[in-house]
């Protein structure tokens, strides 16, 4: 015998419904020497904001408001990573430096051409990451001078997944710093002035 099931009841969609996007939550405060999963937004928990390589700067720099993030993840046609674009490439000398040497108009400029190319990010392997502390990701993250670190998983076949990021504002935060100030040397200092106060 087949039960039956009773329909719900459906509504309308009202206009200008949104939808819910994963929220990872990482603790609000971190040691040096807590293990450095803790300060990593794991991509199997939160959506990256991702962006085509073909995307005007300025789009892209609007979508970064929009989400509130700092970097995008670069995406060729297949979806593989084709590089990274951060904040800092779009508001920093990169734009300008574009335009003396090519021309043009600041509406021009796409994302490939500020972006740091997949051929120049290097990563960390989750193995690795999961047995670290918070100290060993902020030391590799000034030893690059970058302000965003990748990190990959490595399947059977050997191809790799990015499958998390840090964020050294995210991390300098974590740890209690004031960040007021998204220049790299300066978050770097924010971090030693907590490490120094104890």
Do not use: W
């Not at 990482?26 to 073909?54: C, F, G, Q, W, Y």
């Not at 929009?66 to 297949?78: I, K, Q, W």
């Not at 490439?89 to 997949?118: C, F, S, W």
Request: with cysteine; hydrophobic share 45%.
């Amino acid at each position: 015998m087949i039960k039956e099931y009773k329909p719900l009841h459906s509504f309308p969609l009202k206009t200008g419904s949104s939808f819910v996007r994963p929220v990872q939550a990482l603790p609000e405060h971190v040691k040096l020497s807590d293990p450095a999963i803790s300060v990593m937004t794991d991509l199997n928990k939160v959506s990256v904001v991702a962006v085509r390589a073909k995307t005007s700067m300025d789009k892209a720099n609007a979508k970064m408001i929009r989400y509130g993030v700092r970097l995008l993840l670069v995406l060729d046609d297949n979806d593989q990573v084709a590089g990274l674009l951060t904040a800092t490439d779009v508001l920093g000398e990169k734009p300008m430096r574009y335009l003396q040497n090519m021309g043009g108009t600041h509406a021009d400029i796409m994302v490939r051409d500020i972006m740091t190319t997949q051929r120049e990010l290097e990563a960390l392997r989750i193995e690795d990451v999961r047995n670290a502390q918070v100290g060993q990701i902020v030391a590799s993250l000034k030893k690059s001078h970058r302000q965003h670190a990748l990190v990959v998983a490595e399947g059977a076949d050997g191809k790799q997944a990015v499958c998390g990021l840090f964020s050294i504002t995210q991390i300098a935060r974590q740890l209690g710093a004031q960040v007021q100030n998204f220049e790299l040397a300066h978050t770097f200092a924010e971090i030693e002035a907590v490490i120094a106060r104890g």
